[in-house]
């Protein structure tokens, strides 16, 4: 029982010989991001039997003409009367199947990255909590043509709009066949991931603030930046594939062994300060019983940090890390090369002597698409935090609670048509909670209080972004930290607490996981977790209306709890470090 993608290497060579990105070239990172590991299968299978038989859930983009014929119809609704689920994204030649009716194609208007139109859910369970709190009017957006469909056969879970209130169908609708079910998206859901969430090439300075920054690649412009579209459409899914039973691998590890509820992951940058207050933002930070990490800025190559305070920090148990630097000493509009980032390595690395993890650029500068990731991977980075919660204006969005770039889950960066449109190993982590609590001297613990409510309702990863200055020289920052510290134990809020690099390298842990699912019925289902993480990870199983169940870990009870949320009942299990027999009974 496995989840796969249908792979068209075919179409993906012909995209990318003429220039263009493959977009469901996306597919696995989409599937990652929600736990669950996927294997591709060839245009072919659709008309094999026998290559689906071992499938619990297939999902199908656009695919090459031809693809889909008589026999792969068959096929198709044979197995998914048998007990498959299927998730159509822009597919055509299935509408029987999925039970809808085409009438036309809506079409994205400017580039590649603008959205097209907006979703607004419909009650059901499979959309129940999707309203975000702070916006429940705003759906997340579709970013590619759209088919304007009806329903025929199916029920509508979301209805497609214009910008201008005009009607464009059904956004999304859900059909059962026998055993299983046919889900369908009328747009491409791969590339409204990959293109919301790594956003525009930066090319220029498109919101005039005089930077090239990352605030420049947002292709949210003009949308509320407090909704985390590509969640909510990630969580849909999840709720989708649910449905065949499958186990997901949580976004979170566990909290001291037990069931947590959100990953709060601190950081901030030392702005090259020479007075030390990068130390006392360490020792405050460890006496309040928190993790930090704090990026370390050169000018010209040297940095404000010293080595010995190096060592105290690091002796605290935080993190130090890179700031790469391309504005000091530079003229608008403070575009970068391979060799600014290798200088800057080289600095690090001769001044502390290990290489940083998890980096940031000052002012979150950026130039072109996936370069910057190149070059920070090649340097010897495996991650970067720049990925801006808000745009511009202002230019330093404090006390900001926003997913600019559509998310709080961490994501790969992937290449253009050029390079392959292959993955690259470096994590972007996004920016969420930027100095939040409080503005200079006046204090805003309702905003601090919204983080960790939606956080832990949501069960998300997120950035809490205080820079040592601040934590330093502003009373207020340290009263909204010992703030979050009260209110999160006074809600009973099982929070994981890490640094950017250590979250970095839990996640890249966690994407070399796998669950493989050995026997499932009534009665019990048999799972073989093989864990990577060495904090341990959590499998979320979903229940449905079936009984109550246990979860035992290699024979032994495993730390355990039933929630019910989303329109589901989901058996989260804690699993630790290495392989295991998990059972559910």
């Known amino acids: 029982m496995y989840i796969a993608y249908i792979e068209d290497r075919a179409a993906w060579e012909r995209a990318n010989r003429e220039g263009r990105n493959f977009w469901d070239a996306y597919w696995p990172e989409v599937l990652d991001r929600m736990g669950l590991g996927a294997a591709p299968l060839p245009p072919e299978s659709l008309r094999d039997a026998g290559a689906l038989k071992e499938t619990a859930a297939l999902m199908i983009g656009k695919l090459s003409e031809g693809a889909v014929d008589d026999r792969a119809v068959r096929v198709l609704s044979e197995w998914v009367e048998n007990g498959g689920l299927l998730v159509g994204s822009a597919v055509e030649g299935l509408d029987a199947l999925f039970g809808v009716k085409g009438s036309g194609i809506y079409p994205q208007a400017g580039d590649d990255f603008a959205p097209a139109a907006a979703l607004d859910f419909r009650s059901h369970p499979l959309t129940e909590g999707l309203r975000w709190p702070l916006r429940p009017e705003q759906g997340p957006v579709a970013a590619s043509d759209i088919r304007i469909i009806e329903p025929d056969g199916s029920e509508a879970l979301a209805d497609m709009k214009a910008f201008d209130g005009r009607s464009l169908g059904a956004g999304v609708t859900a059909r059962p066949s026998g055993k299983g079910w046919a889900f369908y998206f009328p747009f491409e859901l791969p590339k409204t991931f990959w293109a919301i969430q790594q956003g525009r090439p930066v090319t220029g300075d498109r919101d005039g603030d005089g930077f090239l920054r990352v605030g420049d690649s947002i292709a949210l412009e003009g949308f509320p930046w407090d909704v985390p579209y590509t969640d909510l459409l990630l969580w849909l899914l999840r709720n989708m594939i649910a449905s065949a039973s499958c186990p997901f ?30 130390v006392f933002a360490s020792d405050w930070m460890k006496a309040h019983g928190l993790p930090y990490h704090i990026n370390a800025m050169p000018v010209e190559g040297k940095f404000g940090l010293t080595a010995k305070e190096f060592r105290h920090i690091e002796a605290n148990g935080h993190e130090i890390s890179l700031h790469y630097n391309h504005i000091s000493n530079r003229q608008h509009p403070y575009a970068f090369s391979r060799e600014d980032i290798l ?94 609590g409080y503005e200079q001297d006046r204090d805003d613990f309702e905003q601090l209080r919204r983080v960790i409510d939606l956080s832990a309702r949501y069960h998300l990863t997120t950035n809490m972004f205080y820079h040592p200055v601040y934590i330093t020289h502003y009373p207020a920052c340290r009263r909204a930290i010992e703030e979050f510290i009260r209110y999160s134990a006074e809600r009973g809020v099982r929070a994981v607490h890490m ?24 009665e019990e289902t048999v799972i073989e977790a093989d864990i990577r993480c060495p904090e341990g990870a959590m499998m979320q199983l979903p229940l449905g209306k079936g009984p109550d169940r246990q979860a035992f870990c290699d024979g032994s009870p495993a730390a355990s709890e039933l929630r019910e949320e989303f329109g589901n009942r989901w058996l989260w299990v804690v699993i630790p470090f290495g392989k295991h027999r998990i059972e559910v009974r």
């Open 343 to 436: 200088e800057q390595m080289d600095a690090y690395l001769k001044t502390f002597g290990k290489p940083p993890v998890c980096s940031v650029n000052h002012y979150c500068t950026w130039t072109g698409w996936a370069e910057p990731a190149r070059w920070m991977l090649e340097a010897g980075g495996q991650g970067d935090n720049s990925r801006i919660h808000w745009g511009s204006p202002p230019v330093n969005p404090i006390n900001r609670y926003g997913f600019a770039m559509g998310t709080s889950i961490p994501h790969r960066a992937y290449e253009d048509a050029e390079h392959g449109n292959r993955p690259l190993d470096f994590i972007f982590q996004p920016i969420n909670a930027y100095e939040v």
């Open 499 to 522: 640094g950017n690099d250590a979250f970095c390298l839990w996640w890249k842990a966690r994407s070399r996981s796998a669950l493989r699912v050995v026997t499932a019925g009534p």
């Open 249 to 278: 691998l949580a976004t979170l590890p566990p909290a001291s062994g037990q069931v947590s509820d959100a990953l709060f992951f601190w950081g901030g940058d030392d702005e090259a300060a020479t007075d030390g207050l990068q």
